[in-house]
């Protein structure tokens, strides 16, 4: 018995050390440089978007930025100019097909191709479920599911002709781990994820690797450009305190690092924390556990509608006490950092 326990755990170290040789020498041969890529990123005026602008300009790179808010474009330009960085900022509606094909085409038009994709684009609804209307599913479907799916559509035929090409589809670990009051949140991440993990498989004899990235919380700022629902102010309370404490959150930084790093080498997926990465582990391995948690902290720990019931509010209009204290500072620090606050006069 102790001589076949023996040859299992040899056998199994051997097995983990050639997969992760078979990782390492993969990463290596698949390693590209961004210097003259032509990387277009959709949300890319602020947050985690503005923070990925930066890592790839600093490469050398040549940006693509596309956000709605034309004055928050301008605001990101010259923070990427104030850093050496030149980005051509486009106004552009992810919701929209046409305005994304016009992305692509202008990126195609000006600098010749687009070498990297970064669909970052995203919104987010909080509140219990029986305060979310179809608009709201539609909202987050648009923005995460179709907006993506039309942006890889409108660039492959260029990375097809190339015979090369990335693209990186930012889900979230609600796209694995379905979180009570993130009902439409949790429904287009999950479709954004099966999109991309697919599409891992399929573009791969094209030469383009395609990366499906789920982040945990990470502290970018935005919450307070989130919609609450319900209770909105306690939505926003709980929301913002778990967007602000380190080992819960991830520095938006850190996590931006690992996207770049992970988009150079051709990875399939990032999990961006280790907390999120057991969090999927964990829901997979003990769904009915998971199932049981989940539900208890819904009963127990949770908000209950109420309050402005279907009607939403950004989350600087949902202030507390709580998130103007010293809780939150790391949160409105990066809010400051990442263009999610107008600056002030």
């Known amino acids: ?73 301008v605001r ?43 669909n970052n684009a995203g919104v987010i609804q909080t509140g219990p479920a029986e305060h ?40 979230s670990i609600g796209g694995k781990v379905a979180v009570p009051h993130l009902a439409p949140y949790c429904a287009s991440k999950f479709a954004l994820v099966g999109l991309s993990q697919t599409l891992t498989a399929e573009l791969r004899k094209n030469g383009i690797y395609v990366t499906t990235v789920c982040p945990s919380l990470i502290r970018t700022g935005s919450p307070r450009n989130a919609l609450f629902k319900g209770r909105h102010e306690d939505e926003y309370t709980w929301f913002t305190l778990g967007d602000s404490l380190p080992g819960v959150s991830q520095s938006a930084e850190r996590c931006a690092d690992r996207i770049v790093c992970a988009c150079r080498h051709g990875e399939s997926d990032l999990i961006s924390s280790f907390p999120a990465a057991l969090a999927a582990r964990l829901d997979a391995l003990f769904p009915w556990a998971a199932a049981e948690i989940k539900a208890m902290l819904n009963r127990s720990v949770l908000p209950g509608p109420g309050g402005i019931g279907t009607a939403r509010a950004r989350g600087h209009q949902s202030e507390t006490t709580l998130t103007r204290s010293p809780l939150t500072a790391l949160t409105r620090a990066a809010a400051e950092r990442n263009n999610e606050v107008l600056p002030t006069p």
């Not at 106004?91 to 305005?99: E, G, I, P, Q, T």
């Open 76 to 118: 990101a330009t010259n923070d990427l100019l104030a850093r050496g960085i030149t980005a051509m900022p486009v106004a552009c509606n992810v919701r929209l097909k046409s305005d994304v094909e016009s992305l692509i085409r202008s990126a195609a038009e000006t600098f010749g191709t687009v070498d990297v994709l970064i």
């Open 1 to 73: 018995m102790e001589r076949q326990t023996q040859r299992m755990l040899t056998a199994a170290g051997t097995g983990i050390a050639l997969y992760a040789a078979l990782r390492l020498v993969t990463a290596f041969t698949r390693r590209i440089r961004f210097r003259d890529k032509v990387v277009v990123i959709t949300g890319g005026s602020r947050g985690l978007g503005l923070l990925l602008a930066r890592r790839f300009g600093a490469e050398g790179a040549k940006l693509v930025i596309a956000s709605r808010d034309e004055q928050e474009l």
């Open 132 to 171: 979310m209307a179809e608009q709201d599913y539609d909202e987050a479907m648009d923005v995460h599911f179709w907006a993506p799916l039309h942006a890889i559509e409108a660039v492959l035929p260029l990375m097809r002709a190339r015979g090369s090409g990335r693209i990186v589809n930012i889900s």
